[in-house]
């Protein structure tokens, strides 16, 4: 197979950027057959008269994405592709007055984190998931940004606020939205929460007096999930169904057989177990949607920090049937302290949003969302995230150096592409009490992966254990996987 895309070297688009979108192209296209082998990284290289680099860049991004497959002793192949969504109108949502006021009659067509105990003396290292580097955040910049909400014009911000968002932040967000993670939604249909469970309880109160309702629907899942979206889900009564979990995603299959009109999913890193859902697989889960009437919950905790390729669009900038809740957070680009989160509803939802959600759901200050605002308007934000991306880069390097070191091949290192945690999986050996309790015996806090399964799926690994590095300094992870290997392997 011969690729001949044309380069340009003077253009401000990397290379490999420019490769890989001419052979996504070539693949979505029907050109280049599901089978087919690429040339090797050397052979492309040489016949493009380019370095090796960007053939493997642009390579990678494709596996990334789910377009290839890299087969042992067979090269690099395209994997076979779904079909585009046909383009639909959004389905009409008709509206009846129910006892609160506001009904649905038809709509056809963390995540919560391990919350780290309190700190013993005797713990050196922890490694919580939640915690982000704050050496990094600009505390001058931030107190100057505040300070100018105290200004007499900005009076307003001292009232109760709107429900559903101050107006000038959720222009803020929809564009921040559109250019970081590929969300296309207008101000009015954004809704900001306290923080993703305040996100995930409003979804919920939306949805209950509609087609998708505990009473008419169960609410399909990941295998593993947030148990604080899962507990938050079943208080407003709905039964989940797990869906198992495949190297690139939810089994769509189990999603169809599930009868479910309602899904939860983190397709941009899976939490807990980090895989990434591939292009083929969100077109299969958006024509589900189309095809049942369903309606899916995108859950994009970290989608802002990937380390390998280009960033991956989300699910909701794929969807041309309005029917994807999407749901961000600001808790692990900025800080949890500000409590700030925002979900872009789809056109029939965000009709009555306002009329739905009640006075106390005015949980985010109005002066942080002033705040964040002025952040993100004057460019800070996307500053912040290059430097925020490069820093987490750095300390999941040397997380994945020191186990490369230290742990294999009596561990495994599991979802080290993104987000700011990764899983630990024993080869054989200690189970996971057994290895909370070494670590914990070697002043080293890991946590457990048990306490997000949903059900009983036999390809989730049951020795894992989970690792949060965003909180610690480079030479604190290195010891800390050091200690680990000395009490999990003993006389290495």
Not at 65 to 75: D, L
């Amino acid at each position: 197979m011969e690729l001949l895309p044309l380069l340009d070297h003077t253009s401000s688009e990397s290379l490999y950027s420019q490769l890989y979108r001419h052979i996504r192209r070539e693949i979505e296209a029907g050109r280049l057959a599901a089978g087919s082998k690429l040339p090797s990284v050397r052979k492309l290289a040489s016949h493009l008269g380019i370095s090796r680099t960007p053939v493997e860049a642009a390579y990678q991004q494709l596996l990334a994405e789910g377009y290839a497959e890299s087969r042992p002793r067979s090269g690099i192949t395209i994997r076979p592709s779904e079909p585009d969504l046909e383009r639909r109108s959004p389905a009409p949502l008709l509206l009846s007055t129910g006892n609160d006021g506001v009904s649905a009659r038809s709509l056809s067509g963390t995540g919560s984190f391990p919350s780290a105990p309190l700190k013993q003396p005797d713990i050196a290292i922890d490694f919580t998931y939640g915690d982000v580097d704050l050496n990094h955040f600009p505390f001058s910049l931030w107190k100057r940004l505040l300070g100018s909400c105290f200004l007499p014009e900005h009076r307003d911000l001292f009232r109760y606020g709107d429900p559903l968002g101050e107006p000038g932040f959720r222009e803020a967000v929809a564009d921040y939205a559109y250019r970081a993670r590929a969300v296309v939604c207008p101000p009015e249909r954004i809704v900001v929460g306290a923080g993703t469970h305040h996100s995930v309880e409003q979804i919920c109160r939306l949805l209950q007096n509609t087609p998708y309702s505990p009473e008419a629907t169960p609410f399909a899942v990941e295998g593993a999930i947030s148990n604080g979206i899962a507990s938050i889900v079943r208080l407003h009564g709905y039964r989940l169904v797990p869906l198992a979990l495949e190297p690139d995603g939810i089994r769509i299959e189990d999603l169809y057989d599930s009868g479910a009109r309602l899904v939860y999913t983190t397709p941009s890193h899976q939490f807990p177990h980090g895989m990434v859902m591939s292009v083929g697989k969100r077109r299969r889960l958006l024509n589900w949607a189309a095809e049942t009437g369903g309606l899916i919950v995108e859950d994009d905790y970290d989608g802002e920090f990937r380390y390998a390729g280009l960033p991956i669009p989300s699910l909701q900038g794929l969807d041309t049937a309005s029917s994807v809740i999407y749901m961000g957070t600001f808790s692990r680009a900025l800080a949890p302290a500000f409590r700030l989160s925002y979900t872009a509803l789809p056109p029939a939802l965000a009709e009555f949003a306002r009329a739905a959600l009640h006075p106390f759901d005015r949980l985010a200050s109005p002066l942080h969302q002033k705040t964040l605002e002025l952040f993100m308007t004057q460019g800070y934000m996307q500053r912040h995230i290059r430097k925020m991306r490069s820093v987490y880069q750095r300390k999941l390097a040397a997380l994945t150096s020191a186990v490369k070191h230290r742990l294999e091949p009596h561990f495994r290192l599991i979802g080290g592409s993104a987000g700011l945690h990764v899983l630990l999986e024993a080869a054989d050996g200690p189970d996971e009490e057994q290895l909370i309790r070494l670590a914990g015996e070697a002043g080293v806090r890991v946590y457990p992966t048990s306490v997000y399964r949903i059900g009983d799926d036999p390809e989730i690994p049951s020795c894992t254990v989970l690792l949060g590095f965003g909180g610690l300094g480079e030479s604190q992870i290195e010891d800390g996987i050091g200690r680990l290997a000395n009490a999990w392997i003993p006389g290495r």
